[in-house]
């Protein structure tokens, strides 16, 4: 799945499509594509941070969107219904580091933090959000001793990230080994504390239940009435969204999977999508093609 062909390659698309444009390989994906052209004003495009906004870095400190993401972004927002990037990071360290604030043109642009539970308003400037699960506290309090007790401290380390706790393998000797060894544990700690363990790429984010990018999506679209949505992701944690997306499908709102590939091939994302690019710079990429447009 992937391989990208011409508009011109389909009898589906309209003529005025741009021969750059990658064709959607499923007729779903195509529908979407076509929506999101004839009516930009009604569309939704939505966004994860980290692997498709982001290079995927080995400290998530330091993690920033492609130089090319907020001038791309900058360009359709004005013409779409709504852009937003959905991310499990709090909404100010996506915004701090997509360097989203005081952008001319994303006025609209809404930021998701914690799966939806914090939301960021580029034309307020302010985090809105809910008292945060008392699961989480208990988690960090018992996690370090955890690691320590089951000899998970080399090469691990823990992300801070609010309204949940991530564990990555990143740096240890065998990152996957370690990341299959703390599963078990991590999900047993997490179900203590009425928590849920969602994997990533190496990484392990222990989290409230009923946060997720799929209902922070199928909100959104119903906040801004989007009759079309694009959805761009990378990785497991953006299975939902994938879910939310093709759910809509079926209740007659169009829509376009886009999977950003990276050194880590997720074969369960890249199976769901429409399209696939090759990592942020092809997400870019694809954004400047689609902004020709529309």
């Known amino acids: 799945m992937g391989t990208q062909k011409n508009h011109s390659d389909h009898p589906d698309h309209p003529d005025s499509t741009d021969p750059h444009l990658p064709t959607p390989t499923t007729p779903a994906g195509r529908a979407g594509l076509a929506a999101l052209l004839v009516r930009p004003e009604r569309a939704l495009l939505a966004f994860d941070f980290d692997g498709t906004l982001s290079p995927i870095v080995p400290?998530?400190?330091?993690?920033?969107?492609?130089?090319?993401?907020?001038?791309?972004?900058?360009?359709?927002?004005?013409?779409?219904?709504?852009?937003?990037?959905?991310?499990?990071?709090?909404?100010?360290?996506?915004?701090?580091?997509?360097?989203?604030?005081?952008?001319?043109?994303?006025?609209?642009?809404?930021v998701l933090g914690h799966y939806g539970?914090?939301?960021?308003?580029?034309?307020?400037?302010?985090?809105?959000?809910?008292?945060?699960?008392?699961?989480?506290?208990?988690?960090?309090?018992?996690?370090?001793?955890l690691l320590d007790?089951?000899?998970?401290?080399?090469?691990?380390?823990?992300?801070?990230?609010?309204?949940?706790?991530?564990?990555?393998t990143r740096r240890a000797t065998d990152p996957r080994a370690a990341f299959e060894a703390l599963r078990e544990p991590l999900t047993d700690l997490a179900t203590r504390h009425g928590l849920i363990v969602e994997p990533g790429r190496l990484v392990l984010e222990l989290r409230p239940p009923g946060m997720d990018k799929g209902a922070a999506l199928l909100a959104h679209v119903r906040e801004t009435a989007a009759e079309s949505v694009l959805y761009a992701g990378d990785d497991l944690g953006d299975l939902p969204a994938f879910a939310a997306v093709e759910k809509l499908r079926g209740q007659g709102v169009p829509g376009l999977l886009v999977y950003s590939s990276g050194p880590e091939d997720v074969p369960e994302v890249r199976e769901r999508a429409d399209v696939v690019v090759e990592g942020p710079g092809g997400v870019v990429s694809l954004l400047e093609t689609l902004a020709t447009q529309i």
């Open 117 to 145: 539970a914090e939301r960021w308003d580029a034309r307020t400037g302010a985090v809105t959000a809910p008292p945060p699960h008392p699961g989480v506290a208990a988690v960090r309090a018992e996690l370090p001793g």
């Open 149 to 168: 007790e089951i000899g998970a401290w080399q090469g691990t380390w823990i992300e801070e990230k609010g309204r949940a706790i991530a564990v990555h």
């Open 59 to 110: 400290d998530p400190d330091q993690a920033r969107a492609h130089p090319g993401t907020v001038p791309v972004l900058a360009a359709l927002a004005p013409r779409v219904a709504s852009v937003a990037v959905i991310t499990g990071r709090p909404p100010a360290v996506a915004v701090r580091n997509g360097a989203f604030a005081d952008v001319p043109g994303l006025d609209h642009l809404v």
